[in-house]
C-alpha cells in the first residue's frame, strides 16, 4: 500500500519562504518513478485545490496562483517529492497534501483530485501579514 507522509509546514511572514517534502514508500520496485505526484492545499471553507503536478519524467503543471513562486521538484531515487515555496502571502494558508496518480497518463492528467490515488496527512502551512 502506498504511503505519502509530508513534512516542512509551518508558519511564515508574508514574503517568506517554506519547503514541503512528501516522502513515499509501499511501491514496490521503481513504482515511485513511473507515478506522477502532485501538491494540493485546502484552505478553511475551501474546497481542496491543486496547487502542482510533476510527471514521471518531470514535466511540470501548476496552478495560475502559484506560477512564478512556487516550484515542484522529485528524487526518484530517494522517493521523495518536494514544494519550493516563495513570496508566500496570506492567501498561502491552507493544508498542504502530497498525492500520487498511478493510473491517469500525463497528457491527460489535471490538478484535482478524481485524477490522484493516494493521499498523504497533510502538513499545515500559516502565512501572517
Known amino acids: 500500500q502506498v504511503q505519502l507522509v509530508e513534512s516542512g509546514g509551518g508558519s511564515v511572514q508574508s514574503g517568506g519562504s517554506l519547503r514541503l517534502s512528501c516522502a513515499a514508500s509501499g511501491y514496490t520496485g521503481s513504482g515511485y518513478s513511473t507515478s506522477h505526484m502532485g501538491w494540493f492545499r485546502q484552505a478553511p471553507g475551501k474546497e481542496r485545490e491543486g496547487v502542482a503536478a510533476?510527471?514521471?519524467?518531470?514535466?511540470?503543471r501548476y496552478a495560475e496562483s502559484v506560477k512564478g513562486r512556487f516550484t515542484i521538484s522529485r528524487d526518484n531515487e530517494k522517493n521523495i517529492l518536494c514544494l519550493q515555496m516563495n513570496s508566500l502571502n496570506p492567501e498561502d494558508t491552507a493544508m498542504y497534501y502530497c498525492?500520487?496518480?498511478?493510473?491517469?497518463?500525463?497528457?491527460?492528467?489535471?490538478?484535482?483530485?478524481?485524477?490522484?490515488?493516494?493521499w498523504g496527512q497533510g502538513t499545515q502551512v500559516t502565512v501572517s501579514s
Open positions: 510533476i510527471s514521471s519524467n518531470s514535466a511540470t
Open positions: 498525492a500520487a496518480a498511478t493510473r491517469r497518463a500525463w497528457l491527460w492528467l489535471q490538478l484535482r483530485d478524481k485524477d490522484f490515488d493516494y
